[in-house]
């Protein structure tokens, strides 16, 4: 086996990355070391990369980045049984501690002291990446070999559509990046009676409608009340999936959630906006929902059963397929909202 | 308007119905006259046809059965305010009470005085049948023609199959009758991962591969237990549509349920049974619903929202098209097996 | 039987009421006239009084506001069947449409066309009252006398406890108004581990406690936040039960939610306000619910349940018994914020 | 540290036990050594007492048995974090594979491949019993000291109470063991509206009443059925607790099942038994929940903060206290019925 591996490392508190030849690491008790196959960009990446006021506050450089990737078991640590060398794997890259309330009640998505590989320690932009084995997904043969790193935020979607009734409902979905447009593709899957997206870029709209959307707006020139109300008879939407955190689109967005409506949010508003709590909320008798990450595991199962069926067409968001070498070129193709989804191929 | 009209009349405590030309009612207030487009028969006519002993303790003749039908409002009685001559309508036939707890309390399809029109009083196997205001569904132009007098039945299915999280979960229905294969179509559209299908009718059970069950099986040849095991991995299934009320299906498909699984159960066992509860719901953690007629109305706006998306496909379990007159010829074709739907024409 | 009775009258468009003697009224068919023995009067009626503009844009006089009451019943119009002249009732005071989605699936406390009497048509601050036999409540005698009048606003606090789990819950009470000291005593009997409350009116926080808070916090002086987070090793309440409407109060108590929470949120804000829905919500998987009015009926048997159990003591929250034509004497006492609770007797 | 300790031996295949002097065994890394200051009997330890056919198939010889207790930190092995000597412990006995389906996804209660101290592995009838860190579960100051040996029944009680709603309920629990008997108080505690309790041994429904039980009813003298449905004004009971295992009880408390009710049963029964499916469960629209275990760790921190609030009184049904040495005897009172709760203190 190879002793270096290529890998792109957070060397410096500073914008930019460097490719480098580092050591493979060893998987110590507990742990696995994958060969990275496929790893796939994120939001998240790009703040990292542009060293923004986030980025400053949470990471500590040097650091692999990258938390969305599938692979194939390359060597195992004392005690693991669960994978064994050669198997295809992907992993849930938010290590949960286990210990604190929520670990012990079955919330581990929302552990108090959650650690992110790719964020807090090193991740999946390299050739191998050392995960524990509690962590490890090992993939079932029906999810298609392009799909298996988008996992992470497919299960952003799946998490957020599937935490209420979904069947037979009406749906907004907020914001049309890949999580927005994954939700399209699940709501659908999953029997929703209509899912009407709204996104102010042209290219994430056409996407939209190719996941399966059934209205696209553009909130810069649609009449978007107008046209929601008529086509939900002027009740509004059962279901509000926002995904865009952007307070106008959100105030939007529960004006027109229907009288008893769910709104789960997953799109992080950058800072406090307000909101009529009490004729959005109160009087509407609606449910609002924070969500956060995927549910360990359950999520993991519903993914890779809603794959199994065919359904789920996820091709259209992914835009850009590179080499790991070009991260630099795939964190611009972000920037510039011209791609979607990139997947990087280490060597 | 015509003043007298074609009904089937049960009109002896007896086997047999008569078709007879009785008075078209008038509505009185809050009534709704309906002009009766088409009918479906069910397995409730059959026993009332047959005066079996359940017939002879619940029904007072003479009645005009049929509780499965759609058509056209034709007159409307006093202070009526929802539905106007000319709108294409089907109906609720179970006519709750309104003042029990359950009435009170969300629960209308379980009224502990429930009072079925086609049952209790005149129903729908006629030119014309009177409904209260309360009960009138009126259809969306969503619903294909076909299939507006097939709510009542679909309603049961899907009364059934959204009981419950059934997106990527793992589904066997045991009874291929016309409400087990609406289920079938109902758990696909709703994003179930997998659907099994148990059923002794070799003629049911094509139709249930043709509603998209992804395996069916014949329990009187097939070895269920050892297939439906290695189809999920040795864990069992996340999810029981029972629709056959026969024990020894019933007894085999709980043998089959997961651990933590739900059993929803429609089908009506003509007497008590044997269940090993131990095993097959306690130390399984296993939840059992008992699962009658449909919400109201609740399953009736879901099937209007699932009908509209045009992934229901109900037309293999429509058999025949008969006109009314030829009812007793519809009553052998259901007795003998050949028949699922059969959708009566009145003149 | 009497031909006039004392009302409280608002007579014209301007603050201030009129205590008239009118005629008693006639019961329609499925209609009940009440001999009201009891009153209660609430914030609502102090912005009739007041004449604020909420009131402007609402209130059509002449009106007989009021709508906390319980009374004997005088007569029955044609087909009244559930209650009969002698009985004991209170009643619902929202009046649902009975054909909307909303009523129509089981959630007609927030239909879309409620209207409710005292406020859009005359109700009970008079001697005699009619209600709609749908929304009379046949009291049970295990109801204490004294309480009966109280039901609208217990039933508040009713739904809001049990909106979600309850039992053995933390639970932070924000606002210290009839509805919030209400909400201290169900959450305690419904087996809450711990109730905090927060209230800047002196008087309250001595009623809280006497209600049964475990602790009673002032906003103005304690450290609240210090507290909280002590109390509950740090990791904030189970439950936020919001009862002031007041923003810097709903900020301080989203805060202290716990990482998983529910948020059930009944105070009326007067405008929108800012939140920071990405620490506060989102990150939190926190649930949010609006709670609008009392669930028809489920809250009230419920509540007659509650009662039942003699562990429900509201005389602390009743401050004042005046007679009716004490009206203007109980909006000060309201106004002044010395009274909580006013009951009424009509003459 | 002592070297050797008192223990109970199941040292044959055979009935009885020994008392012997056993060394001490050495906390492994992750586990916890435990000075046991007192553990209670339990129903199983009587099968394997009696050598029975369950036991037979179940227990592999020498076994120290026992898996309710408490007791105070003696040493910990590498790794572990969350507890440290001295510190006041009991444990969940139930040690889950955390791999399976169950297990990832927040149901290790019922884990497919659970193993028991003290059934599958040496338990806590000893002066020191080893428990994984994973299990141990950490005293609040808030548990009664006589209380925290009981913790695994009550927490019995607490999973069935609490599986769906209980307050403002009516409640009817069959089989007052110390599982039923726990679950009057903690159904009491969380506001059941009235909770009516059935069983033949007349001690046991003298400490039924003490537990707070609204009305206690012998099914050998007494007109259940007549009794209850008066009580629930001819509805029947809105929430079953199963805890006897006899299917004469059942039956009956399926006929007192209000429709629309809830059962959840944690009784065993025997062997499979004939239940009347079609009245008392699919008709009646009935919920029935098969529950095993307690939740891991929901039931957990429900019981300490029940216990906080010190509204549970355990007391009446801890009926013995004896030396450990004295096992036998406890065997004896429990097999006569005499004994309810027998806790035993090693030396």
């Known amino acids: 086996m190879r002793t270096t591996m290529q890998a792109v490392v957070k060397a410096h508190a ?12 060893d998987p110590g008790p507990g742990e696995v070391l994958v060969r990275v196959e496929a790893a796939s960009v994120c939001g998240t990446d790009l703040h990292i990369y542009n060293w923004d006021q986030w980025a400053q506050g949470r990471i500590h450089p040097p650091l692999i980045p990258g938390h969305e990737f599938a692979g ?8 693991v049984t669960t994978v064994k060398e050669g198997d295809k794997v992907s992993a849930e890259m938010h290590v949960a501690c286990g ?13 108090q002291h959650v650690r992110i590989l790719g964020v807090d320690a090193n991740g999946a932009f390299a050739s191998y990446a050392i995960i524990p084995e509690t962590n490890i997904w090992k993939l079932s043969p029906a999810i298609p070999h392009d799909y298996a790193s988008l996992l992470d935020p497919l299960g952003n ?3 957020t559509v599937l935490a209420g009734p979904i069947a037979a409902k009406t749906v907004l979905v907020t914001g049309c990046g890949a999580i927005g447009l994954f939700s399209i593709a699940v709501a659908k899957a999953c029997g929703a009676a209509k899912v009407y997206a709204m ?16 209205l696209v707006l553009d909130p810069a020139k649609d009449k978007v009340e107008e046209q929601i109300l008529e086509e939900t008879g002027g009740t509004g939407v059962d279901v509000l999936l926002e995904m865009s955190g952007h307070p106008a689109a959100i105030r939007t967005a529960f004006s027109l959630l229907r009288t008893g409506g769910r709104a789960s949010l997953l799109g992080i508003p950058s800072k406090p906006f307000e909101l009529d709590f009490a004729r959005d909320i109160i009087f509407k008798g609606a449910i609002v929902q924070g969500i956060n990450g995927r549910k360990m595991f359950e999520t993991w199962f519903q993914m890779e059963a809603l794959l199994a069926t065919g359904k789920l067409n996820l091709e259209p968001a992914i835009t850009h397929r590179l080499k790991l070498s070009e991260f630099s070129q795939a964190m611009q193709l972000l920037q510039s909202g ?3 989804k990139v997947i990087l191929k280490p060597e």
Chains 1, 2, 3, 4 share one sequence.
């Open 199 to 214: 996104e102010v870029n042209a290219n994430r709209r056409s996407v939209a409608a190719a996941m399966g959307a059934d």
């Open 14 to 25: 500073a914008a930019g990355v460097e490719i480098r030849e580092v050591p493979v690491p």
């Open 99 to 111: 210990k604190c309330l929520q670990c012990r009640t079955g919330q581990a998505h929302i552990c």
């Open 338 to 340: 011209e791609a979607i």
């Open 72 to 79: 194939v078991v390359a060597a195992v640590g004392q005690g």
């Open 157 to 159: 979607a799946v998490h």
